[in-house]
């Protein structure tokens, strides 16, 4: 088949190559346009493009979707079939009807649970124990087109979004690609989502990162490993913001500090109170530093028991 494929981010780059290595064509890739990023605010492609342009793929990054040109140009391809994955934009209903046979999306959760734009991290942060990919038919509303296949996965107990992230891009390349087999065979039957077990995983904002000590060894846990790559759990110790990016929950050890009280200082991790329960930090990262075991924050940097871990207020934006 003749496959027009959007997608933006590293997680659709599996997807992609795996399309380019089937026996269907990808006819282009529409991505979205370059982005300043770093302090220089240089252009910089997305991963997407840069994964297109290896393979030797049109690429497309059109400034808006929603015109006739744009409409025109997906016309004139011809493509039987749509794969989105993370294109990070609204499609409009005259698109979805250009391709022969509609088109078809890689969703990094286990839908109707966590329709959205940040699947992984909610379910991290809610501490989910499984999640998967599903394949979807795309509708004009958000993530609830009815579903061609789902995979489910284990979240482990320590892993971090970016792990699972990645993880799920490439089971969902491979589930994607028996999917378009499939739909090239023949019909492929659909099952509508239930829209009573909705959930919605809106998209992360950097105050999401202040962490509230005031809450259970296991939900700190949660925020530190599922607010991974960004915007990274934050709190303050000794008057300066530190990030956190490694722990360990303990439920069931008791303790009569104040949430966020240093209780213990070991060679290799801080062990603070939560309010039930304490967790464990392996390692810190001090603002405008590299992330630091504990071991080597403690080289120059006196932390001791009784020492508290602060709420990091975000500054207010101008």
């Given amino acids: 088949m003749r496959i027009l494929f959007f997608g933006t981010p590293a997680f659709a780059v599996p997807s992609l190559r795996a399309l380019a290595d089937s026996p269907h064509e990808v006819v282009a890739v529409v991505t979205q346009p370059d982005r300043p990023r770093g302090r220089g605010q240089k252009l910089v492609p997305s991963e997407v493009k840069a994964a297109a342009a290896e393979l030797g793929l049109e690429v497309w990054q059109p400034q808006r979707l929603r015109s006739g040109d744009f409409d025109d140009q997906v016309r004139a391809l011809s493509a039987d079939l749509g794969v989105v994955a993370a294109y990070g934009r ?9 391709p022969r046979l ?27 124990r499984e999640t ?6 795309v509708v004009e509303a958000l993530d609830a087109g009815p579903m061609l296949a789902r995979l489910p996965t284990r ?11 990645k993880r799920l891009a490439d089971l969902g390349a491979g589930l ?21 077990a909705v959930t919605y995983a809106a998209k992360l904002e950097r105050h999401e990162s ?22 990274v759990a934050a709190a303050v110790l000794h008057g300066r913001r530190v990030m956190l990016r490694h722990s360990h929950p303990v439920a069931e050890q008791s303790h009569t ?35 630091m075991t504990i071991r080597d924050y403690l080289n120059g940097r006196p932390v001791e028991p ?13």
């Fill in 132 to 137: 998967g990919v599903t394949i979807m038919q």
């Fill in 102 to 128: 509609g088109m078809i999306n890689v969703h990094a959760s286990l839908l109707p649970r966590w329709r959205g734009a940040a699947p992984v991290h909610r379910a991290v942060t809610a501490g989910d």
């Fill in 306 to 318: 009784g020492d508290r871990f602060e709420r990091w207020v975000p500054p207010a934006r101008q």
């Fill in 90 to 98: 609204i499609l409009s209903g005259s698109l979805l009807a250009l």
């Fill in 155 to 165: 979240i482990g107990a320590d892993e971090t979004s970016g792990v699972i992230e």
């Fill in 210 to 231: 202040s962490l509230d000590w005031h809450q259970p060894a296991q939900v700190l846990h949660n925020l530190i490993r599922g607010l991974q790559p960004w915007p």
């Fill in 176 to 196: 994607l690609v028996e999917t378009v087999n499939a739909i090239a065979r023949g019909p492929v039957t659909a099952t509508p989502q239930d829209e009573s």
């Fill in 257 to 291: 500090e104040i949430p966020g009280t240093i209780l213990n200082v070991e060679p290799d991790a801080l062990v603070v109170a939560a309010s039930s329960g304490v967790i464990h930090l392996f390692d810190l990262q001090p603002e405008g530093r590299p992330v």
